[in-house]
């Protein structure tokens, strides 16, 4: 059984350009998390997403952000028109929809980490 | 909203000696608890979680964790260190409010440097 798998593992961009994050959720897994992690920092909760529905985008900013996650292929997180501060590490992580006492911990990829020039 | 405090940016071990990662947290429903660990350039691996039952819950690496509800805290805590243990620290928090299935929150992170 895969991992969460995230692509690219690197991205760089120039000032301006849109940035396509992807995500592939462990198999089995219905629910997705997006995170931003800046150097020396916390994890920043950004989404959190099921199937052709967000659940939570309470962290994700008001504007260029956006996050899907469609019935068939892999979560998408895509910034448009970036600035220098959207410089960070983002992960993906995944869970099966799940309460009462089933695995409910999240497993994260590897995260992919924008530069932007 | 839920919440969860890391007091400590760092914490400084000896090897062999036990070690203790603090973390508190604050949810409005029934909390499951997570410890993760992230070594450089990589993403979160899962050490172990507290959903329900016994208060000490053991992990990965022959960590544990202790779920103390009247002070709202699920410290991290491993009888001997090891200079490998020397990483960065995530406690998280996901507030079950009956069926409502939420969001999980990290704290800010310990970074644990275990000396030699």
């Known amino acids: 059984n895969a991992g969460v798998m995230q692509n690219p593992r690197h991205l760089v961009r120039r000032r301006g350009q849109e940035a396509r994050l992807r995500c592939s959720p462990m198999?089995?897994?219905?629910?997705v998390y997006w995170y931003r992690q800046l150097p020396e920092e916390g994890l920043k909760f950004m989404v959190y997403l099921q199937k052709e529905n967000i659940i939570d985008e309470s962290g994700m900013p008001k504007e260029r952000f956006s996050a899907e996650f469609p019935k068939e292929g892999p979560s998408i997180l895509r910034i448009q028109q970036v600035v220098r501060g959207d410089s960070a590490a983002y992960f993906c992580?995944?869970?099966?929809?799940?309460?009462?006492?089933?695995?409910?911990?999240?497993?994260f990829g590897q995260g992919t980490r924008l530069t932007v020039v | 909203a839920q919440s969860v405090a890391q007091p400590e940016d760092q914490v400084n071990v000896a090897e062999g000696n036990p070690l203790t990662v603090k973390c508190t947290y604050s949810?409005?429903?029934?909390?499951?608890l997570f410890w993760y660990v992230q070594y450089p350039n990589r993403g979160l691996q899962f050490l172990l979680k507290?959903?329900?039952?016994?208060?000490l819950v053991k992990g990965s690496y022959g960590f544990e964790a202790e779920f103390n509800k009247s002070q709202t805290s699920f410290h991290l805590k491993k009888p001997s260190a090891l200079v490998s243990d020397s990483a960065l620290y995530f406690c998280a928090v996901r507030d079950m409010r009956g069926n409502r299935d939420d969001k999980i929150i990290f704290g800010k992170g310990t970074r644990l440097h275990i000396l030699p």
């Open positions: 949810v409005s429903g029934n909390p499951y």
């Open positions: 992580a995944s869970s099966p929809y799940g309460t009462g006492g089933k695995s409910t911990e999240a497993f």
């Open positions: 198999k089995g897994h219905s629910h």
């Open positions: 507290y959903i329900t039952g016994d208060n």
